[in-house]
């Protein structure tokens, strides 16, 4: 999944919330978080519990490190549990149709390879 893919899910993670964005984004910059994630998790313990999950949620999905529990998903207010699933299964989808994209550009390579190329009917 590419940067710009990524970001897009956070950002309907974090219900397109402008101060949550500028947080973990850099100002001007694209692709790219403010901090490290570390130093992002350590500034985040000033917010609330429910803003400091889906922080770390969105750190998650940029980074794919696997920092928040399962325990603390299920204690997310509905509308904010509501941001975090449907990211995870855009994630899943725009996962997914890679992996079959680059599928298919294997066998395109391979056909290309094996002289086959123009055997399409």
Request: net charge negative.
């Amino acid at each position: 999944m590419t940067q710009t893919q990524k970001k897009a899910l956070i950002f309907r993670l974090l219900d397109f919330e402008p101060w949550k964005i500028d947080f973990l984004f850099e100002k001007g910059v694209a692709d790219r978080l403010r901090e490290r994630s570390e130093i992002l998790i350590d500034e985040s313990w000033e917010f609330n519990q429910e803003d400091r999950i889906l922080i770390r949620s969105a750190i998650d999905l940029w980074s794919q490190t696997g920092l928040v529990f399962l325990s603390e998903i299920m204690n997310l207010s509905e509308p904010n549990l509501n941001c975090l699933l449907s990211s995870i299964q855009q994630a899943r989808i725009e996962g997914a149709n890679q992996n079959e994209k680059s599928k298919m550009e294997q066998t395109d390579k391979k056909n290309q390879v094996c002289g086959r190329e123009d055997e399409r009917i």
